[in-house]
């Protein structure tokens, strides 16, 4: 069976009439005559000429599937300079492959619903002045500030593990928004705690605190659609 580079597998990837190869658990097979691989992209977010090993966890189907189709070679381990593993962390990863791709798909969501509800909330109560909806405005603050840390961090790993930390164009757009988005939060928290009625009179340095609430809108709906388009990415015409 011939060896593969990674780097080599890459280029069976269904463009300018090439085969259609993928890996899994090492091997190498020839998915071309496949009509759902025929465009070189899979249920449009898994791409021919990668390892598919991990995605598969996810997959509505067994590897059953994928050995029907003729196995062409190996693929040969990539060495990464400066991305070793850990034996520990190595062993996890092994035992659990939930955690190669996971975390941060689980993880994000808290921070998008919390970070969402804070403005809705401040608005809701600005209209109706009922006291109880700009609580829970700050409850979801709270929530959305704790779950970035945490989404931010399973992002970093994710990004690390799954995409050998190369500077992908959804990933230089994610990480400064998501720094700028962290921080207008807790700069509204603190504002917040230290003047509870910030929203009943806004005039002067209040209004600004209403324009950093109301960003938090548009910021995390663009780190939203980059996250969602490395996962989904949109198909191309």
């Avoid at 040969?76 to 400066?82: F, V, Y």
């Amino acid at each position: 069976m011939k060896e593969f580079e990674p780097e080599e597998l890459a280029g069976y990837n269904g463009e300018n009439d090439k085969p259609v190869y993928i890996a899994y658990q090492g091997k190498i097979y020839d998915v071309t005559e496949s009509r759902l691989w025929k465009t070189g992209l899979h249920m449009r977010r898994h791409h021919a000429g990668t390892d598919l090993t991990t995605d598969l966890q996810a997959a509505p189907h067994t590897e059953e599937v994928i050995e029907r189709y003729p196995q062409v070679g190996i693929l040969k381990k990539e060495e990464i300079p400066g991305r070793e593993v850990p034996n520990v962390l190595t062993w996890l990863l092994d035992a659990n492959p939930f955690f190669r791709r996971h975390p941060h798909p689980m993880t994000v969501h808290f921070p998008i619903v919390f970070l969402l509800c804070n403005p809705f909330f401040n608005i809701l109560y600005l209209i109706t002045g009922n006291g109880a909806f700009e609580t829970t405005a700050l409850h979801c603050l709270a929530g959305g500030i704790l779950f970035t840390v945490v989404a931010m961090l399973t992002g970093l790993l994710t990004w690390w593990y799954n995409y050998m930390a190369k500077m992908l164009k959804p990933v230089a757009i994610k990480i400064p928004l998501s720094l700028v988005m962290l921080i207008f939060a807790i700069i509204v928290f603190i504002w917040r705690i230290n003047d509870p009625r910030v929203l009943d009179n806004l005039q002067g340095a209040n209004i600004l605190y209403l324009i950093l609430v109301l960003s938090l809108f548009p910021l995390v709906s663009v780190i939203g659609w980059f996250g969602a388009n490395m996962t989904f990415p949109l198909e191309k015409e």
